[in-house]
């Protein structure tokens, strides 16, 4: 036997059965779950070979946190895949483009960008406000007929038009033909890149004709005119006195890069091309309306499931804000259980259940395993959220888990917990998606009850894997709880 000392590299799976099992589109389990299961088999990080690229499995909090947070910088990198190259003019945007002083930069606007017009000011609570109401006053027209809705499209409008507005200053009306563009286009982009982000780890997939990389590039590039007509209005009316949004925040950074243009820092040179911008803007445009809209959907189906959890988030706003006015951010700190519940469901249906791909950009190690330089780590953020040596039950939903003894407390219970990722590569919208959550959700069940129409079915709990987690489509009845019928709820 040989020392245990020396450098040791994680246990490989056997190679061609495992990708076939991948591909199969039969496959019982989606990737994270599969993933999850092999570490019976291989141990909690595994290595797999896809094609000629090695990819090592992270499944357990201590190596996932030295990947993201200890060795941060080392693993920032982002592996070029055929789709996300479709998606982002390879690799021109923060989330897929890889580690370099052009993503920092990018990052860096983005950043300064939402805490201006978001996060630290009143400007956002006052959007996602108005939205909330918009979204609720469509709720009780619904409810006043007795119908049931399917909530996706106004969810989506809802939450659109707060990252619209901060992208784009601007937002769409109900019907509004660019909105439903973008719903369609959207979705076909997280069906198809989504599909893709293990397969397309293999180069040679690309010289098939692809019914999905066509589908992709199709809605890429219905994406790209939205954007760059946005981008033609912004350069049209820029002012460097005044800033609307992020993409004034970009193309003001453009300009004075422009203006400083000595031979080493060009606009070109530090990636404040067209291309760049456009890409970084539909990034943010991208994760702001998927990422906050999927938890919302996850939640309500959570919420119709538990129905004891519903009204007890309701006792704590009858209690905390009452019924004579709206909730607010400021709330925030006076309602735990609705903040341990969307806690829980950020870990049981997490958004991105395997992350985005890093990779590592030097010769490296993870644990006692040796890592080289190039090699793919994928961290299961499934199996983190689902470990039963972490969480008790973890198929159980329940926010209890949030809260301290006494029931008042927040807390995070277990290490093993990354919504939002660590680190260098941490997402940019956590603050932003918090409040979005916060606010809509506050609102949504002061006014209504959410229930499954009678005699259908409760909404499948079983997501559709892609870059995103999606539930289900189903219908919903929004009640207007007392006091909340539909005079009440326009006045306010
Ligand atoms: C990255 C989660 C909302 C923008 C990520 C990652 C996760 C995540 C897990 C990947 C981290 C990694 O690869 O290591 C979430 C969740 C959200 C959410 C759970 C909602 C509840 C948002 C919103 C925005 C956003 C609203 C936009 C304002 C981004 C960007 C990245 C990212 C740009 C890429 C960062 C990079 O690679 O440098 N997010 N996100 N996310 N997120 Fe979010
Ligand atoms: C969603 C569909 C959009 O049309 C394009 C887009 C852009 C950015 C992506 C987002 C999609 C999915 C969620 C992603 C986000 C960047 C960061 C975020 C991957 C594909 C997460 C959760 O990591």
Redesign the pocket.
Known sequence: RMSTHGPREPPCLPALPLIGSLLSLQSPHPPHVLFKELQLKYGQTYSLKMGCHNVIIVNQYVHAKEVLLKKGKTFAGRPRTVTTDV??RAGK????GDYSATWRFHRKIVHGALCVFGEGSASIEKIVCAEAQSLCSVLSETAAVGLALDLSPELTRAVTNVICSLCFNSSYCRGDPEFEA?LR??????DT??KDSLVDIFPWLQIFPNADLHLLKQ??SI?DKLLQKKYDEHKADYSDHVQRDLLDALLRAKRSAENNNTAEISAESVGLSDDHLLMTV??????G???TTTVLKWAITYLIHHPQVQRRIQDELDSKVGEDRSPKLSDRGTLPYLEATIREVLRIRP??PL??PHVALNDTSIGDFTVRKGTRVIINLWSLHHDEKEWKNPELFDPGRFLDNEGTGLIIPSSSYLPF?AGVRV???EALAKMELFLFLSWILQRFTLSVPPGHALPSLEGKFG??LQPAKYKVNATPRPGWERHKCQAC
């Open positions: 998606l982002t945007d923060i989330a897929f973008m286009y959207s979705q076909g982009i997280v890149v989504a809605c890429v994406r539909g990034d943010i445009f991208g994760a309306v998927e990422t958004v991105a992350f985005i990722g997402c940019l919208g870059v995103v």
